[in-house]
C-alpha cells in the first residue's frame, strides 16, 4: 500500500492539546476545527460535519472532569456516520483512556509534516476497510481462493534486532498473539514472507533500525504494516517518524505503556490485514469475470449505489470511466469483438489503480473502472492512452 500524500476526505480536526496539521479555517466550505473542551463546556453537538480526524492530548484534560470528557466524547464518535482516525499524543510514561479507542498513539514530538502522513495512512486503512466490508457483501466470498501467506494465520508481532527487548515484548503481548525474533533485515523478510503477521517492532543500533524501517516501507509487500522503533534517545523520535514509523517507543519501556502501545499496533494492523486479503480476492475474482462473460449488471450496480452512499458520508463521490470511451455502450457489448483490447486495458488499470478501486469488466458496458479521486481518473486515462498509443494488438 503507498503511502498517501493528501487528505482522502477533509473535513474539520477535533482537537484538543495540539494544533492540526491543517487548519480548515478560512477553507471555503469546510468547518471550523472544533476544540473539544469548548465544545463539552458547551455540551455542543459536533457530528456534523465529518472530522478528518481526532486529535488529544489527555494530560490536558483537567482531573475533575476527565471521566465526563471521555464518556461525551465516545458518544459524539458513536455518532458519526464513518469511522475516523482517533490519535492520542503522550510522552513515554503516559497511558492513554482505553476508551474512545485510539487508532494510534504518537509521542508529542511527532512533527506535523509525519502526523499529517499519519493521518492520511489512517483515513486511507479506514476506507479499504469499508471497501472490503462493502465487496464482501456485494460479491460474497470467492470459492478456492488461496490468500498469500503473508495474509495468513492469525498474526502476530516480529521484533527484528538485538536491542533486548524480546522478553519485554513477550510479556506484554496479549494471550493469543504470538511474538517471533528474527536477528536481522533479511531473517525478518524472510518471516514476513512466509506468514501474517500485524505488527513489526525495530530494536537495535540507530543505524540498523533505521535502514529496516527504510527497507520495509521501500518493499510494496509491506509498505503499510504497522512498525514500532524502539530508542534509548529522545533525538531519534522525530528522525524515525520522519522515516515512516507508526509509533517510536522511548526506552526505558514499562509494561503497562508497552501492552498499550502494542495493543493499538495490532488493532490497526489486524484491520489492514484482513482489508488487504479481502481486496486481494476481490481483486483476482473481478479480472476473471472477462472469461465468463462479464459481471451481472445487476451486481455492478448495487456495488455503485452501495459505495457512492458509504463514500457520500466522508463528501466524497465515487468516478466512473470506461475504459475503452470509444466504444458506445449498448445491449449487445460483450467484448468478443477484441477480447485482446479488453484484456489488455483491464490489465494496465489493474496495475495503475489501487485494490481499493473497482476494476472490472461489466456486461453490456465491458471494462470500467470506479475510482475514489478525480486525481486517479486523469492518472489512469493518461497511463491507458500512453501505453495503447504504442501497443499494437
Not at 533525538?235 to 520522519?242: A, K, N, R, T
Not at 476473471?288 to 451481472?296: A, D, E, R, T, V
Not at 457520500?312 to 483490447?341: H, K
Amino acid at each position: 500500500m503507498d503511502s498517501e500524500s493528501s487528505f482522502l476526505w477533509q473535513g474539520p480536526t477535533w482537537l484538543l492539546g495540539r494544533t492540526p496539521p491543517v487548519p480548515t479555517s478560512g477553507i471555503p466550505g469546510l468547518g471550523a476545527d472544533v476544540d473539544l473542551l469548548a465544545a463539552f463546556a458547551a455540551d455542543e453537538d459536533i457530528s456534523f460535519p465529518l472530522p478528518s480526524s481526532v486529535l488529544i492530548d489527555p494530560d490536558q484534560v483537567p482531573e475533575d472532569i476527565r471521566e465526563p470528557f471521555l464518556n461525551w466524547l465516545a458518544a459524539q464518535l458513536q455518532g458519526l456516520q464513518s469511522d475516523v482516525p482517533v490519535i492520542y499524543f503522550c510522552t513515554e510514561d503516559t497511558l492513554v483512556p482505553e476508551k474512545p479507542k485510539a487508532s494510534a498513539i504518537l509521542n508529542r514530538t511527532i512533527s506535523q509534516t509525519a502526523l499529517f502522513e499519519r493521518i492520511c495512512d489512517l483515513q486511507r486503512v479506514l476506507i479499504r476497510s469499508e471497501e472490503a466490508r462493502l465487496r464482501r457483501m456485494v460479491f460474497g466470498r470467492v470459492p478456492g481462493y488461496g490468500a498469500a501467506p503473508h495474509y495468513s494465520g492469525r498474526g502476530g508481532l516480529l521484533v527484528i534486532g538485538f536491542g533486548g527487548r524480546f522478553l519485554d515484548v513477550m510479556q506484554a503481548r496479549q494471550k493469543n498473539v504470538d511474538v517471533i525474533g528474527a536477528f536481522d533485515q533479511r531473517m525478518g523478510e524472510e518471516y514476513l514472507s512466509q506468514r501474517a503477521f500485524d505488527a513489526v517492532i525495530l530494536d537495535g543500533a540507530f543505524d540498523d533500525v533505521l535502514e529496516n524501517l527504510r527497507c520495509l516501507r521501500r518493499d510494496a509487500r509491506f509498505a503499510s504494516i504497522p512498525v514500532l522503533a524502539v530508542t534509548g534517545f529522545a533525538g531519534d523520535l522525530p528522525v524515525f517518524y520522519d522515516a515512516g514509523a507508526n509509533d517510536v517507543l522511548l526506552a526505558p519501556l514499562s509494561q503497562d505503556m508497552l501492552r498499550q502501545r502494542l495493543a493499538t499496533a495490532i488493532r490497526l494492523g489486524k484491520r489492514r490485514r484482513l482489508a488487504d486479503r479481502v481486496l486481494a480476492e476481490s481483486r483476482k475474482w473481478l479480472m476473471q469475470q472477462l472469461q465468463s462473460g462479464g459481471l451481472k449488471r445487476r451486481d455492478y450496480d448495487n456495488y455503485l449505489n452501495q459505495a457512492a452512499k458509504a463514500l457520500s458520508a466522508r463528501g466524497l463521490m465515487i468516478w466512473q470511466i470506461s475504459l475503452l470511451p470509444d466504444v458506445p455502450p449498448n445491449n449487445n457489448f460483450t467484448g468478443q469483438l477484441a477480447p485482446d483490447l479488453c484484456g489488455t486495458v483491464l490489465s494496465i488499470a489493474d496495475a495503475t489503480s489501487r485494490e481499493e478501486d473497482l476494476v472490472c469488466f461489466v456486461r453490456d458496458l465491458g471494462p470500467v473502472a470506479v475510482l475514489k479521486s478525480e486525481r486517479g481518473c486523469e492518472r489512469l486515462k493518461s497511463r491507458i492512452s500512453a501505453i495503447l498509443g504504442h501497443t499494437r494488438l
